[in-house]
């Protein structure tokens, strides 16, 4: 039995805040994409408090930490970006500017650029161990 295709996609709803919020500097291409791949619920409740994030040298040893927010990223506004970062201080904060939350969709370049340059900063000294925890 063959599904009919509008029960392939995602709710409308899922399409206008992709469109609205997470991809709006992107291009289209990249929001049709994602509309293909975007799931029809959430993967986890936003009070499952088991899923919460804290990063320490226990679980994630000694590595540095670089947080990299998105200048129009209106899925985690300032203020969200600001609470994350006090609750797991980053070694490093970096914006980019002018992208929203895709940032490998709306500015591939300047992510590369950045994600080299954090790399050479916190590259490890010759003869140490790179996995050290």
């Known amino acids: ?10 709710p409308q709803f899922q399409v206008l805040v992709l469109a609205a919020r997470t991809y709006q500097l ?32 226990e679980k994630y040893g000694t590595v540095n930490w670089v947080f990299i927010a998105a200048e129009y990223d ?3 506004e300032e203020g969200v970006r600001q609470w ?11 914006e980019i500017k002018g992208s929203g ?4 969709m709306c500015k591939p370049i300047e992510l590369f650029n950045l994600l ?13 161990d790179h996995f050290a925890v």
């Open 1 to 10: 039995m063959m599904m009919a295709l509008t029960t392939l996609r995602p």
């Open 101 to 104: 939350h895709m940032v490998m």
């Open 74 to 76: 209106l899925i985690y």
């Open 116 to 128: 080299l340059s954090i790399a050479m900063k916190y590259k490890p000294e010759e003869g140490k």
């Open 26 to 57: 992107s291009p289209l291409e990249d929001l049709a994409l994602a509309t293909m791949l975007v799931r029809p619920n959430r993967l986890f409740s936003v009070n499952d408090k088991s899923r919460e994030l804290v990063l320490t040298s």
């Open 84 to 94: 994350m970062i006090q609750q797991n201080q980053p070694d490093q904060v970096e």
